[in-house]
């Protein structure tokens, strides 16, 4: 089965930045679109991020447009994604996950298609 590792997470004040990854091994990960997800204590799973392996599309959620930037390092088989400007309200434990169709990503992805491949997580928490 394919595996994704996230790493990055960690403690940063409101108003800061963190750069978590997500690194792959046993498959190319410029073949697959990858999904960026959060999860809260009592809440459900939500998309916030994605990157397409087809058409180079990418898509954020509404609270973080302008704040966040997903890419890829082709040469690390990584994909980041790049947390600025962070709020307490982004607290959770973040997934990368991957799908081989290289479908456009956009609103809806999370709930749309199917990411069979998932990372263990990484904690994320922002606090003063």
């Known amino acids: 089965q394919l595996h994704l590792v996230e790493s990055g997470g960690g403690l940063v004040q409101p108003g800061g930045s963190l750069r978590l990854s997500c690194a792959a091994s046993?498959?190319?990960?410029?073949?697959?679109?990858i999904g960026w997800f959060r999860q809260a204590p009592g809440k459900e799973r939500e998309g916030v991020s994605c990157i397409s392996s087809g058409d180079a599309s990418t898509y954020y959620a509404d609270d973080v447009k302008g704040r966040f930037t997903i890419s890829r390092d082709s040469a690390k088989n990584t994909v980041y994604l790049q947390m600025n400007s962070l709020k307490p309200e982004y607290t959770a434990v973040y997934y990368c996950a991957a799908d081989l169709a290289p479908f456009s990503c956009s609103a809806g992805y999370a709930s749309l298609h199917h990411f069979g491949s998932w990372g263990q997580g990484t904690q994320v928490t922002v606090s003063s």
């Open positions: 046993g498959f190319t990960l410029d073949y697959y679109t």
